[in-house]
């Protein structure tokens, strides 16, 4: 797909230099890349995404909901609070 003359062709473009291992290794992963963008271009945008859910939902805890402490229970070991929240200092 992409032979070493064009890899080697545009690292003379780009003002690169490759010795002869890095331009063989250049040209192989040029032409994966190559070949994942060709595989990109196969996609069809006509599936809609997380059709194919792999998640079972019966096997998911149940939600229960439990009332939360009390905000005077929370802040009763707080140093300094203001509003019903805790203040801490800034920092930069």
Not at 29 to 40: E, G, H, N, Q, R
Not at 47 to 62: G, M, Q
Request: aromatic share 8%.
């Amino acid at each position: 797909m992409f032979d070493e003359k064009q890899t080697a062709h545009l690292a003379d473009l780009s003002k690169l230099e490759f010795t002869p291992d890095e331009l063989s290794k250049m040209t192989k992963d040029m032409t994966d890349i190559i070949a994942l963008m060709d595989k990109v271009c196969d996609f069809d945008p006509a599936i809609k995404p997380y059709t194919l859910d792999s998640v079972d939902y019966e096997d998911l805890r149940k939600d229960n909901y439990k009332d939360s402490y009390p905000n005077e229970k929370i802040l009763e070991n707080a140093n300094n609070t203001k509003n019903d929240s805790f203040v801490v200092p800034k920092v930069v």
